[in-house]
């Protein structure tokens, strides 16, 4: 079990708050492991306290998706600072099922939860009562909340190994059923496969609706969800995934050739992206950027008689990164402002022109210029290259993350570069300046695994 999780545990014991793991038991230290969620039942007496709990041991708690909010489930996520790893907490204040979207469903039986409550043989754990735990799973198959079959089957042999029949029957029977009725749900556990049929009458006593017009909401929630996705798709304004609540945050990786900027970036998305709102923008030149100039400067032909009408496509294309930059980092900040994270494999700079994020014209094209109007035409472009790079650094990210390495890493890594190439981006990297952002350096010459762990750390250090 992870670090967090066991300390979590821990200071639930200590705090003396009523909780327990109320469901997939069988599998419930996944959830500790950060391999899934970890589904608790706290005390509603208990909620402040919890709450508190969990601030202090630095949980964050984000908005969950409008289409799936319920006023007896919270989220929360937690982080492992030694092996990088983010728990999901999902905290309930009554064990209510149903539709994914809605939970139209409550379990009525509840203090007799917390009574019947057992310790984990493995951890501290507190668990659900086998023979309550089955009740309750008959009860979800029977609403068709849970419709995996190999899943069901799966938590029901778990749970008819752990079941005795007098305590089922006076488990049962404090939860409001009669013998007979508590004598009938205890014979399904000997049927061949879980069946709900012959015992639905019973099943009824055990849970409740909690909301009028179920289907009308559900419906209402999955069009919600529906639009949501695909305006998310184009739009930074549309969100799908839960997102911080007082606002998000930009965060840029710089470094230089062979730093492993791509990699971390989509290391660290694709950790972030499981449980919250994270994008991804893309402010380079590369294989993810298009323009029209770049593909007619592809088909023209190199001859002498093109060259002033490839000179303005080059120029217009340079104009161009500059612009998308600076579209692409209002999208950013409107994005982060929402509650969304935006990361960058690199960031636009103006300290230091013709390398680097810079602007380029001024230093690579304006040279190249053989007379007096082109030189005129390229000084203009260079101007308004500038001009934009200026709006664009007045955008600063929150935190930026300096992957540095040595000249001689970076030239092993990237042999085709030339060693003065390599050498100049390696101080420029060292020198540059975000004088509105937090500002952290990670030497990356280290054991990539460690490298991540370390960033993980940095950006959850933020977050919170």
Request: proline letters at 4%; hydrophobic letters at 40%.
């Given at each position: 079990m992870l670090p967090v999780s066991e300390n979590l545990l821990n200071e639930l014991e200590n705090a003396g708050i009523r909780y327990l793991h109320w469901k997939g038991n069988c599998h419930y230290i996944d959830g500790f492991n950060g391999k899934g969620d970890i589904d608790l039942l706290v005390h509603q007496d208990d909620r402040e306290q919890m709450r508190a709990l969990l601030s202090v041991l630095r949980f964050i708690n984000p908005n969950t998706q409008s289409y799936m909010q319920n006023d007896n489930i919270e989220d929360w996520l937690g982080f492992d600072k030694k092996y990088g790893v983010m728990v999901h907490l999902h905290l309930y204040y009554e064990i209510v099922f149903g539709s994914h979207f809605l939970n139209e469903y409550t379990f009525l039986p509840y203090e007799q939860c917390f009574a019947a409550a057992v310790n984990a043989e493995e951890s501290a754990c507190r668990l659900q009562n086998p023979c309550i735990e089955y009740a309750l799973l008959l009860c979800r198959v029977a609403v068709g909340s849970v419709k995996d079959k190999k899943k069901i089957e799966g938590n029901r042999?778990?749970?008819?190994?752990?079941?005795e029949e007098e305590p089922f029957l006076q488990i049962m029977q404090q939860c409001g059923l009669t013998e007979e009725e508590a004598q009938e749900l205890f014979e399904t556990t000997q049927d061949e496969k879980c069946q709900t049929d012959d015992v639905f009458y019973i099943l009824k006593k055990l849970y409740k609706k909690n909301t009028a017009f179920a289907k009308l909401k559900i419906l209402r929630r999955k069009a919600v969800y529906a639009v949501l996705k695909r305006r998310s798709a184009d739009s930074v304004g549309f969100f799908t995934k839960k997102r911080l609540k007082n606002g998000g945050c930009m965060i840029a990786f710089v470094g230089q050739d062979g730093a492993g900027k791509t990699r971390v970036t989509s290391d660290i998305a694709g950790w972030m992206r499981k449980k919250l709102e994270v994008r991804r923008f893309y402010l380079g030149s590369g294989e993810n950027y298009y323009s029209i100039q770049r593909d007619l400067l592809k088909v023209l032909p190199k001859a002498k008689a093109f060259k002033p009408l490839r000179g303005i496509l080059a120029l217009s294309d340079q104009l161009h990164i500059a612009k998308r930059c600076v579209k692409q980092l209002k999208r950013a900040q409107i994005y982060a402002v929402g509650g969304g994270i935006a990361l960058f494999d690199r960031y636009p700079q103006t300290q230091f022109p013709g390398i680097s994020d810079?602007?380029?014209?001024?230093?690579?094209?304006?040279?190249?210029?053989?007379?007096?109007?082109?030189?005129?035409?390229?000084?203009?472009?260079?101007?308004?290259?500038?001009?934009a790079l200026k709006k664009a650094v007045r955008i600063q990210p929150d935190l930026v993350i300096k992957?540095?390495?040595?000249?001689e890493e970076s030239l092993r890594r990237k042999p085709r570069e030339k060693a003065?190439?390599?050498q100049k981006k390696h101080e420029i990297v060292k020198q540059l300046a975000f004088p509105k952002s937090r500002v952290v350096v990670v030497d990356v010459m280290k054991d990539y695994g460690k490298e991540i762990v370390e960033i993980k750390n940095i950006i959850w250090k933020k977050l919170h």
């Open positions: 042999q778990y749970l008819i190994h752990r079941i810079g602007p380029k014209i001024r230093e690579n094209l304006l040279p190249k210029a053989d007379n007096k109007l082109i030189k005129a035409i390229t000084l203009r472009y260079a101007k308004r290259e500038e001009k992957l540095m390495l040595t000249t003065e190439n390599v």
